[in-house]
């Protein structure tokens, strides 16, 4: 069965940026989920959808145009939210809605057929391009690498700011480049889930990671290879039920989420029950 589905170019392409959407997830997805920055990540996202209808209306590539949106949001909210006269989470809705209107508008304005927006809001993993897996590598490489030089110091800015100021680290630096590592890599996820579902990517897999490990080392890890793994299914998944991949993806993470959920909890009742009665049987003796 996988032989058949690899045999097809698109096919090729869908898993190639499945694996780069997944280190992405890792990485990312763990700083995010760190520093609670879920919400500001969906706010980035959607706002991006504004360059992308600048693209369309001056006919360049659209995913050049989220990208600038998509860093300049993320930058205006860190600088702005710092001074504390407007709440992040206060900035975040008014430039998502700001970001999605303005997008709406310039694919309106633009000349012609208006074009389908679809992949981008929705995703569209099994038609990924050459040229798209070129940028979405691109920028998977920046970001991992970004990471890996500066892993120590990212270690103690997620877990402990404080005491990373103490030291005397640049935590301003750290933070400005954890606001541009962060909309890059949403718009490497754009195009396998899309705007509206990017967010549950970088939450989903983390989220199964950290109910199974504690250190970043290996909650990054365990979150890459669980991202490829669950790709890899809704993509199959998709095909062969011919459903929308992004959707189908993300349908089939939230629900292993919830069975591991399910069965950790369980474990740990007959872990505490049959603790409960060694304990009682050991009293009896």
């Known amino acids: ?9 698109f096919m ?18 763990t700083i995010v989920m760190e520093k609670k920055l879920v919400s500001m990540s969906g706010g980035i996202a959607h706002a991006s959808f504004g360059g992308i209808g600048l693209g369309y209306l001056l006919n360049f590539e659209p995913i050049w145009g989220g990208l600038v949106f998509a860093v300049g949001s993320s930058l205006v909210i860190s600088k702005i939210s710092k001074n504390g006269k407007i709440k992040a989470d206060t900035l975040t809705g008014i430039l998502w809605s700001f970001g999605m209107a303005l997008g ?6 633009s000349p012609g057929y208006m074009p389908d927006m679809t992949s981008y809001l929705f995703g569209d993993i099994l038609s990924v391009s050459n040229s798209s897996l070129i940028y979405m590598a691109v920028f998977t490489v920046i970001i991992t690498f970004l990471f890996i030089m500066f892993f120590n110091a990212f270690m103690l800015y997620l877990f402990d700011e404080e005491y990373a100021k103490s030291t005397g680290m640049k935590t301003n630096v750290l933070e400005t480049l954890t606001y541009i590592m962060i909309p890059m890599g ?9 705007i509206i579902l990017t967010i549950a990517l970088m939450t989903i897999p983390v989220s199964i990671s950290k109910m199974l490990f504690k250190s970043l080392k290996q909650v990054v890890f365990s979150t890459i290879v669980t991202s ?8 199959t998944l998709s095909y062969y039920i011919n459903i929308p991949s992004g959707a189908c993806i993300i349908l089939f993470s939230t629900l292993v989420y919830f069975i591991i959920w399910l069965f950790k909890i369980g474990l740990r009742k007959w872990l505490h029950s049959h603790r409960k009665h060694g304990e009682g049987h050991m009293e009896h003796h």
């Not at 069965?1 to 170019?9: G, R, S």
Request: glycine letters at 8%; hydrophobic letters at 75%; a positive charge.
């Open 1 to 9: 069965m996988i032989q058949a589905v690899l045999k097809y170019t």
């Open 12 to 29: 090729q392409n869908a898993i190639f940026a499945a694996i780069l959407a997944s280190i992405v997830a890792g990485v990312i997805g």
């Open 228 to 235: 490829i793994i669950l790709c890899f299914a809704g993509i």
């Open 104 to 109: 709406i508008l310039f694919i309106a304005l």
């Open 186 to 194: 949403i718009i490497v996820l754009i195009k396998i889930v899309g």
